[in-house]
């Protein structure tokens, strides 16, 4: 987690993002856009919901508070978003995410069959994989 001071000794901690995620929520609704979404999926509340009631509601379920960021994504999962304005219910990916499950779909994955979540991978994950050099 990002520290601060040349000391390195005021640090965030995964503590500490129940309280800045709903802070950030109450401040600005734009800028709980960035984690909000992901939050609400894991802990399956609606979207519409205060952020606060997807970490009761991981609670309920025997989740850990400092857990809930770390459920890996899951591709088939749909977020609020828009398109060309106006509210949409769509898959959220962007470019990397975009080239692996175009790669899923054509089957590259079927050896391990296709045991890999497309929004848990990284540019690099995309560049590393064995693929190019065949």
């Known amino acids: 987690m990002p520290c601060a001071r040349a000391e390195q000794t005021m640090c ?15 401040v600005s609704k734009v800028a709980a856009r960035v984690a909000k979404p992901a939050i609400m999926q894991r802990a399956g509340v609606p979207f519409d919901r205060p952020i606060l009631e997807a970490y009761y509601q991981a609670h309920l379920d025997g989740i850990q508070a400092t857990q809930l960021p770390l459920i890996p994504e899951k591709d088939g999962w749909i977020y609020e978003t828009t398109r060309f304005g106006e509210p949409e219910l769509s898959p959220v990916m962007i470019c990397n995410v975009f080239v692996c499950n175009v790669w899923k779909a054509a089957g590259l994955f079927a050896g391990i069959d296709d045991q890999i979540e497309c929004g848990e991978t990284s540019v690099n994950d995309n560049y590393r994989l064995n693929i190019y050099s065949t």
């Open 12 to 26: 965030l901690e995964p503590e500490h993002l129940e309280f800045l995620f709903s802070y950030i929520e109450r």
